[in-house]
């Protein structure tokens, strides 16, 4: 979660600084970084036996995998509505559309480019960028070099574009 908010933080404020047309305030960038370790509170919906499984998981548990995003989605969009907290309104954002895809291939909504919300944008690339480099039950963490060339290939398809060109302009922070 560490990893993810500093990657979001770098992201986030590249944004804010170099694309004022986004309507991203440092603030509001300040706010998402905030915000993003809320991105896979609907884990706790998931049975261990799967967020724990060394293997690769069946088509079924994938299938129930998926259902995070909506479930934590809709944990946060449910104080939200209790508490009226932008804050936590942007957390449901992120929670819940942190797996959509710019080419509109991703989940839960099939949502395509600019109809994600940008803070889930921005998280998306900080999350599978960690995914890819970070040992887990069920891999190996992959090198930095190949995780870059996972992420410029998945421009366009997965990332937006601005987002990883945002990444980009500051490596050697991200490598640091």
Not at 61 to 83: C, R, V, Y
Not at 91 to 117: C, D, Q, S
Not at 120 to 131: H, N, S
Not at 147 to 169: Q, R, T, W
Request: proline share 5%; charged share 25%.
């Amino acid at each position: 979660l560490d990893r993810v908010s500093t990657y979001t933080k770098i992201i986030a404020t590249e944004l804010a600084k170099s694309l004022p047309q986004l309507g991203l305030t440092l603030s509001r960038a300040q706010d998402i970084v905030q915000v993003s370790p809320l991105h896979d509170i609907g884990k706790v919906a998931i049975p261990d036996s799967i967020l724990n499984k060394p293997g690769k998981l069946t088509v079924e548990e994938f299938d129930t995998m998926k259902t995070h995003a909506s479930a934590g989605g809709s944990i946060l969009k449910d104080i939200f509505e209790n508490t009226r907290s932008p804050f936590l309104f942007l957390g449901y954002e992120v929670a819940n559309f942190h797996h959509e895809k710019w080419n509109g291939r991703g989940y839960p909504k099939g949502l395509v480019g600019t109809e994600i919300p940008l803070s889930a944008r921005i998280v998306a690339l900080a999350d599978v960028f960690d995914a890819l480099t970070a040992e887990r039950c069920y891999k190996d963490a992959f090198s930095y070099q190949k995780a870059k060339s996972i992420v410029i290939e998945e421009s366009g398809n997965h990332f937006d574009p601005m987002v990883v060109d945002a990444y980009l302009k500051n490596e050697d922070e991200w490598l640091d």
